[in-house]
């Protein structure tokens, strides 16, 4: 059986892991929506070309991210109940 402070880290990195999720898909639908108009308008201009790479890349590392911690978040928790709820 796991400590309880190792299940309070674990279920850390969940949280952590969901809210780094949640934010690269913002930062996602931000790149869809917003940023597809911007290279519609100002598409000939190259710092704006760079910042809307730089938003898409920004979202997949994010979600990247978020999937390894709440991962591994998910991982620790497994099989880590206490011995009265098994």
Not at 10 to 32: E, H, S
Not at 49 to 55: D, K, M, W
Not at 58 to 74: F, N, R, W, Y
């Amino acid at each position: 059986m796991k400590s309880a402070k190792t299940r309070l880290g674990f279920t850390g990195l969940v949280v952590c892991g969901a809210a780094v999720l949640v934010w690269g898909a913002a930062d996602l639908y931000a790149w869809a929506t917003t940023g597809q108009e911007v290279l519609a308008a100002y598409g000939e201009a190259e710092s704006v070309l760079r910042l809307v790479e730089n938003t898409f890349t920004s979202a997949l590392g994010k979600l990247l991210v978020g999937a390894a911690a709440g991962g591994v978040g998910l991982w620790g928790l497994r099989g880590s109940r206490p011995k009265d709820q098994k």
